[in-house]
């Protein structure tokens, strides 16, 4: 059974696509994330989900059941399909207490008021928040009110729970420890929940599975550890690098003399690896980590040559700018993430060593892996 | 699965959203209580009219197409004497009485909302009194004060007192009227920017202020860009309403023989000239239409940004420091002359036995509570002892709450469907219809009114002569004040709120209940009120409407100026003043919001 199932949904505005042709499914009880830049359609997706948008061409099941469709002409209201949803303004009513706005779904589903009281109240202290019940939202701070917003949607036990950037409000150790409690609150009740946002971390810190989205369109959906090692196109290889990662262009020539290799890969003019088969691009670009370049102080086959920009020391490591092919245009830079110990100074003259393991080809033009076997 | 059924599905999700449904209710009832009047507004102009048969005589057939009133309107010493004086006369009286209102009602607004001024609570209430009063008092007041005999007319109080006789420019005329109608006016002036003012986030300012801007840099870069479309908007609101007024031109022109356009479409229809008036009208019009258009152009753009969120609007006050005192009591002066004044030299002037004398010997009550005396007036008893009186006090009364109220709910739920679908042609539409009121003339608005609904047209029903088309007629005149307060409240709180109860299950009714119109409440109460002050004091609108049986307070009241019983439109004038101040109080003490706060939040 599926928890959410998007077929073909496409929606846009005066000519201009927002989501082009989605298709996606999530299984019950999983933690998907919506990633992607600004603009990208994420949010749009998750409010078609919602109902407070309608798709232009789709379909859309809800546990199984279809919500939506342009071509059969249903389109169930939002309060129907069973879920909850956090805004990411939490959208709190102001004139109405901290209990009142918790209270307002149960009031709508015509629960008993005692109940009502109970079941407040006891949501209210699962998120710490029940001294504060007759507060108003304009009293608490930024990360009570998000608690507030998630208790608001939570008391209705919806079986799917859709988030807008939630955390983006809340300053940076707050947001670490709303993480933790969002993933708690997610496997203590089981809850499907789409998640929206644009913090690559907070993907791969909280999902199941990651789907990230570029211009309306998916461009990989799979688990954080695959999202992340094996980035399904340059977009996705790029967007989640943290702080970077190193895209290094380089050119492909299928040697004569040495015709068991098959491809020679240059980068600066330097062979630096080989690749086998045919329909290989002209050119490509090489996707690789900071932690997957080794610094080296000498030549050395496969090594490429680059000059130090900068160093900055970030505690457990230390992170080395360093440019290929000189200093003037055409340059490209790149970040290595070297051992604490490592002393090198500006302008110096270093090797770079890939980590073949670790190292994504892409084809440089479409952006789409490649999955030929390249060895140094 | 047909396509029929698909297609009916469809209808049927589109049903479901009441917002697009009523916005073609709305659309369809008030194309037929604004399009229609306006269609045959203009159609008046190109046809023939019973009037100049009368005038004319023979080569007139009554309803037959003509160009014969432009023809007369365009060109010619009659058109001179018509329309082009007039015009340039309105034009330099709107001017004086625009900047007027802009100037005080900024700087008031400035004053109240972004500084520390002693009293400001007290300044900010007596800021808005000159609005509560009747557009006729200053203009009253005024001639009371400075006519002498000089224009031929008794003494007044400065002559009384000083000797000193004002010369003509002083009594009549251009200036007088600037002044008069901007004093009257600037409180909405005042409550629109300081509107605006309340909304903005102190930190915009205070990071242009980090950054090194100066506070008048600050003023001109930050602060007037983003209080700039409640500027316009007093602009575009003080525009219409001076031209439209028709009280103070009367009194202090028409001796003068200084016609405005509302003065004189009066009198064109007063003597019949209904095709001559109407062309005067539809200049009038176009002025205005072209200001709203120009409005639109300028706001719809930046109109969008929500303010209210989940998190409030910090604000901090500007230190006036050793200024304050000064500056406060300044002001207090200027606003005791123009709020209090005025009022209290007319309650004065009604004591008085005969006009112009003001010695003590000569003050008694009678005019308020005196039985009937052939000595005075005719024989007509004091205000408090006449019926007729008391039956307009009563009719004004519940013409100004029922209008207001119902004027105030239809603005917000107006307000809601235009600020929810802000981006389709029908909200847009009914956006601008709903403000083409505003550019009628009250007193050609009147008119019309009397003609659509003279007889029985269709299922609606022959409404002249009774309460109700006093009602309708308030709640449609006054509509573009109360969907123009509904969508800037409904714009201020965010979309996200209003969805968040739509994911916990709250129908639209539900919705509309228990989030949006509590959230909109004080733009709620404002508009009402604001509509319940102007048309308890409104007259051009209501006097050809009016029959003996359904009267209101300033029908009576002009009757009394046009037969020169001066004592006996001053006391009205105060009673009905007192009644507006009463009304708004008990208002103001029950929804427990301040009308000066009014248009902010809450």
């Known amino acids: 059974m599926k928890a959410v199932r998007l077929v073909g949904v496409t929606k846009g505005w005066a000519g201009v696509k927002a989501v082009s042709n989605l298709s996606l499914s999530m299984e019950k009880g999983e933690f998907i994330t919506l990633l992607g830049p600004s603009g990208c359609g994420k949010t749009t997706t998750l409010r078609m989900i919602a109902g407070l948008e ?18 059969k002409g249903i389109n169930v209201p939002p309060p129907q399909r069973g879920l909850g949803m956090i805004f990411q303004s939490y959208a709190l009513w102001p004139h109405m207490t901290v209990f009142d706005n918790v209270a307002f779904g149960l009031v709508q589903q015509k629960v008993p008021k005692d109940q009502i009281r109970s079941r407040v109240m006891g949501c209210l202290e699962q998120v710490e928040l029940a001294p504060l019940a007759q507060r108003f939202p304009s009293e608490l701070s930024g990360g009570q009110q998000q608690r507030v917003a998630v208790a608001r949607m939570v008391v209705v036990s919806p079986e799917l729970l859709l988030m807008d950037e939630p955390l983006s409000n809340l300053d940076t150790r707050l947001r670490m420890q709303m993480r933790a409690s969002l993933k708690r609150t997610h496997q203590e009740s089981g809850t499907t929940v789409v998640y929206v946002t644009h913090d690559q971390e907070e993907a791969l810190t909280l999902s199941t599975r990651i789907a990230v989205m570029n211009k309306g369109e998916l461009e990989q959906y799979e688990s954080p550890e695959d999202v992340y090692d094996r980035p399904a196109t340059q977009f996705v290889a790029e967007f ?3 702080p970077q990662t190193n895209l290094i262009e380089a ?17 600066a003019g330097k062979v630096i690896g080989h690749a086998m088969g045919s329909g290989f691009p002209e050119t490509v670009v090489l996707a690789a980590r900071p932690e997957a370049l080794m610094l080296c102080d000498r030549d050395g086959p496969g090594r490429i040559p680059a000059t130090v920009y900068a160093t900055l020391p970030v505690g457990s490591s230390v992170l080395v700018y360093a440019r290929i092919g000189g200093s003037g245009a055409g340059a490209s830079e790149t970040v290595i993430r070297a051992g604490r110990g490592v002393r090198v ?11 073949w393991s670790q190292v994504n080809v892409y084809e440089a033009n479409t952006g789409r892996r490649l999955d030929n076997a390249v060895r140094p | 699965m047909n396509g029929f059924e698909v297609r009916f599905r469809k209808l049927g999700n589109r049903l479901r959203r009441p917002d697009a449904a009523l916005a073609w209710l709305f659309l369809i009832v008030l194309a037929y209580l604004v399009v229609v009047p ?31 009133h432009w023809r007369r309107m365009i060109s010619g010493d009659f058109a001179k004497a018509v329309f082009y004086k007039p015009l340039v006369n309105t034009l330099t009286v709107t001017t004086g009485t625009v900047a007027l209102i802009l100037a005080l009602g900024s700087l008031l607004a400035y004053l109240v909302v972004r500084t520390d001024v002693r009293w400001a609570k007290l300044i900010g209430s007596l800021a808005i009194v000159p609005y509560i009063l009747p557009s006729w008092v200053l203009s009253l007041a005024w001639l009371q004060v400075f006519q002498n005999s000089t224009v031929a007319m008794p003494e007044g109080l400065l002559s009384y007192y000083t000797g000193v006789n004002a010369p003509e420019w002083l009594v009549y005329g251009p200036l007088p009227m600037a002044v008069t109608m901007g004093l009257h006016y600037y409180p909405f002036g005042y409550l629109l920017v300081s509107g605006a003012l309340t909304s903005i986030d102190s930190q915009l300012e205070e990071s242009a202020e980090i950054l090194g801007a100066s506070k008048s840099s600050i003023m001109r870069r930050i602060t007037m860009p983003i209080i700039k479309p409640a500027l316009f908007s007093t602009a575009l609101l003080g525009i219409a309403r001076s031209m439209g007024t028709f009280g103070t031109p009367a ?10 356009l509302s003065t004189q479409i009066y009198s064109l229809i007063r003597t019949q000239r209904e095709g001559q008036g109407y062309i005067l009208a539809v ?9 709203l258009w120009a409005n639109q152009r300028m706001i719809s753009a930046r109109r969008s940004y929500a303010t209210i969120g989940g998190k409030g609007v910090k604000s901090r006050k500007v230190r006036l420091g050793k200024w304050n005192t000064p500056i406060a009591v300044v002001t207090l002066l200027f606003l005791f002359v123009v709020a209090v004044f005025p009022l209290a030299f007319l309650t004065w002037s009604s004591l008085t036995l005969n006009a112009g004398d003001y010695s003590i010997s000569n003050l008694g009550l009678h005019y308020w509570i005196g039985r009937s005396n052939p000595r005075f007036a005719a024989g007509e008893p004091g205000i408090l002892r006449n019926e007729a009186v008391l039956g307009a006090v009563w009719n004004s009364v519940k013409l100004s709450v029922i209008g207001g109220l119902l004027c105030g709910f239809l603005g917000m739920l107006m307000g809601y469907v235009v600020a929810r679908a802000r981006k389709s042609p029908v909200s847009r539409l009914l956006e601008q219809i709903s403000f083409v009121p505003m550019l009628v003339p009250s007193i050609v608005f009147g008119a019309l009114y009397l003609t659509l609904f003279a007889v029985r047209r269709g299922p609606v029903p022959a409404l002249y002569g009774t309460f109700a088309l006093l009602v309708l007629v308030t709640v449609v005149k006054q509509l573009p004040y109360t969907v123009r307060s509904g969508v800037s409240s409904m714009l201020q709180v965010s979309a996200e709120l209003e969805e968040a109860a739509v994911i916990l299950g709250a129908p639209w009714i539900q919705r509309l209940r228990k989030i949006m119109l509590p959230l909109t409440r004080s733009g709620f109460v404002a508009g009402s009120l604001i509509v319940l002050i102007t048309s308890m004091r409104e007259l051009s609108l209501y006097i050809l409407l009016v029959t003996p049986a359904n009267r209101v307070l300033t029908t009576l009241t002009y009757r009394y100026v046009e037969v020169g019983y001066t004592q006996f439109s001053n006391a009205m004038t105060v009673l009905l003043t007192v009644l507006v101040v009463v009304l708004t109080y008990a208002i103001n003490a029950w929804q427990k919001t301040d009308l000066a706060a009014g248009l902010g939040g809450r």
């Not at chain 1, 309608?54 to 859309?60: H, L, S, V």
């Not at chain 1, 050119?251 to 980068?267: F, H, K, M, Y």
């Not at chain 2, 200049?283 to 200001?291: A, D, E, T, W, Y």
């Open chain 1, 54 to 71: 309608d798709p232009d061409a789709g379909d859309i099941y809800i546990d199984d059941g279809l919500v939506f469709s342009a071509s």
């Open chain 2, 283 to 291: 200049v009038l019009l176009l002025i205005s239409g072209l200001g």
């Open chain 1, 251 to 267: 050119r492909a020539a299928r040697t004569a003399a040495n015709s068991e290799a098959g491809i020679d890969l240059e980068v």
């Open chain 1, 240 to 242: 989640t690098g943290n």
């Open chain 2, 38 to 68: 306006l269609i045959s507004l203009t159609r008046t102009t190109l046809v023939w009219g019973t009037g100049d048969l009368r005038i004319r005589g023979e080569n007139v057939e009554v309803g037959k197409f003509t160009l014969y």
């Open chain 2, 251 to 260: 009194i202090l022109g028409l001796p003068a023989r200084y016609y405005t």
């Open chain 1, 345 to 355: 100074e500006a302008n110096q003259r270093v090797w770079l060593q890939l980590d």
